[in-house]
């Protein structure tokens, strides 16, 4: 008997590739490799607002509704205040509250509540099974009384890497710690693959892919480079501030045109590209660097670098370590140093290049969408 899966994704996030937002990239991961279940177990679905992005991936049938308005940042500390009080919170729940009713008159079915602990409350006595499923530290603001309130009937929680399960269980009383489980994020191997010949260019490229952010830490790489002090490298980072080519600058991205041009090498700057352009552009670079300062759960483009066979170098924190194994180089965060040292060795030597290269890609094709999608299943199909 087929079962029915639905996805409840962030109010207002789009189901498209024409963003790079990591939830929808994942409901598309998981809901494209469960169609390879022979007999079909699962069907997906995805809770949508009507108004966001199309194209829509067509991994998952698309639920419909209206929106409403999300929490301003007021109303975020005012939810806080409530939360302390022991009372719900009004914004978020409000945000929530058309999805909740999207899903009433639904037949009983297991919902996925990504980024969600305000939904299971609101499916309280329903006919749904809710798993909350986290993809960032959730409950960092959350007491364990809170907690309980809200999480204490979700049929598990499932962490998108070990290290966020540790932080999550050590928010949680101990009768919802045992209901954590771990499903790593996979890879798109027949999106993201290496190039089939290996570009001829003047000089070795570095790349850096992802949201153009302080917590991201490209300025780190830029002045990894700066200490590195080789004019025979080219630096591409990719990505804006947000998920906008056409948005003006920030005063963050400002700063880093005023590092590149301490670089010795050239740096180039390209805004936000959609998902269909990033397989190609990942295939145009030679080293793959993550300088990450914050603690991230997991990572996509870590994966997606490693898919795409090349070296990668990457900051020693949160998930990321899980994600790049022993197939890749890890240096502390927030260290200029230590990142062109990582860099100076994989510059100097091809050999050591390609060899890393070939251990991404292993590793990359060992933990595929096909591979996270049979560890959520273990969890759902005893639900």
Known sequence: MTRHLIHAITPGDHFSPRTGSAIPTVVHGLAS??????????????????????????????????????????????????????????????????????????????????????????????PHAVVLYAHNDLLRTVGRSEATRRLGDVAAIVCVSEDLAARTAEQLPATLADRVHVVDNGVDTTMFFPAPVEPGRERLRIMYVGRVVEDKGPDVLLRALRALDRDDIECVVVGSGGFDAAAPLTAYERSLRDLAAAVPGPVTFQPFVDRPSLPTLLQSADVFVVPSRWREPSGLTVGEAMATGLPVVASRVGGIPEVVGDAGLLVERDDPDALATALRALVADSDLRRDYGLRARRRAEERDWSSSWRRLRAVIDRL
């Open 33 to 126: 490799a469960s169609a390879d279940d022979a007999p079909p177990r699962w069907r997906h679905s995805v809770l949508l607002d009507e108004t966001t992005f199309r194209p829509r991936y067509d991994s998952a049938a698309v639920i419909e509704y209206r929106a409403a308005r999300g929490p301003r940042p007021i109303e975020r500390v005012l939810d806080a205040g409530l939360a302390r009080l022991g009372l719900p919170r009004v914004a978020a729940t409000r945000a929530w509250r058309p999805l909740a009713d999207a899903l009433a008159t639904m037949p009983p079915a297991v919902v996925l509540a990504h980024n969600a602990p305000a939904l299971p409350p609101l499916l309280r006595g329903g």
